[in-house]
T-cell receptor, first 115, second 114 residues
């Protein structure tokens, strides 16, 4: 049972273009939605995260758009650069103390930014 | 200064053997995790400890046993290794157990079972 569905599986974008990765979730208990970036041979690292009380969050070239009614959220990378080439994971978890931070990850999107 | 470190980085072993992976974090975090990343890069949580107490135990075979001697260390012991255990295992830590805090991942241990 895949609780967080991610698409596309892979994405090729030209340098300077916009990369868009989409995720959809099913569990309405989820209320924290981070995106992690993973380079080959490294562990994932937090890129940006959003809570459902806002519809958009921007940090530099990275923006999360969130649609609570549709249970969907997406990552937009503006002015994509070759250094952005990595695997991107969306994730979701409920926010409650004491119960553990159980992140459910999407299946990942391998992004390649070409010159 | 490595925040979350794991040893070894690579582990190649035969089916049926027992092996351990060690994890240490120097961030002062209360919560630590083990994740498994399979060949398709799918990341799934296995265990989580908070201050040495097990708080998340996903449906993982009994052959996997985590141990937390103190809140800075979380080790993973695997008995009777099987081919399907081949994967990259990541240790992670976070400041507390709430869902809205960043998890810091280690560099991973690539386990290959022959």
């Amino acid at each position: 049972q895949q609780q967080v569905k991610q698409s596309p599986q892979s994405l090729i974008v030209q340098k300077g273009g916009i990369s868009i990765i989409n995720c959809a979730y099913e569990n309405t208990a989820f209320d924290y939605f981070p995106w992690y970036q993973q380079f080959p041979g490294k562990g994932p690292a937090l890129l940006i995260a959003i809570r459902p009380d806002v519809s958009e969050k921007k940090e530099g070239r990275f923006t999360i758009s969130f649609n609570k009614s549709a249970k969907q959220f997406s990552l937009h990378i503006m002015d994509s650069q070759p250094g952005d080439s990595a695997t991107y994971f969306c994730a979701a978890s409920p926010i409650y103390r004491g119960g553990g931070n159980k992140l459910t990850f999407g299946t990942g999107t391998q992004l390649k930014v070409e010159l | 200064d490595t925040a979350v470190s794991q040893t070894p980085k690579y582990l190649v072993t035969q089916m049926g053997n027992d092996k351990s992976i060690k994890c240490e974090q120097n961030l002062g975090h209360d919560t630590m995790y083990w994740y498994k990343q399979d060949s398709k890069k799918f990341l799934k949580i296995m265990f989580s400890y908070n201050n040495k107490e097990l708080i998340i135990n996903e449906t993982v075979p009994n052959r996997f046993s985590p141990k937390s001697p103190d809140k800075a260390h979380l080790n993973l012991h695997i008995n009777s290794l099987e081919l399907g255990d081949s994967a990259v295992y990541f240790c992670a830590s976070s400041p507390y157990t709430g869902g809205d805090n960043e998890q810091f991942f280690g560099p991973g241990t690539r386990l290959t079972v022959l």
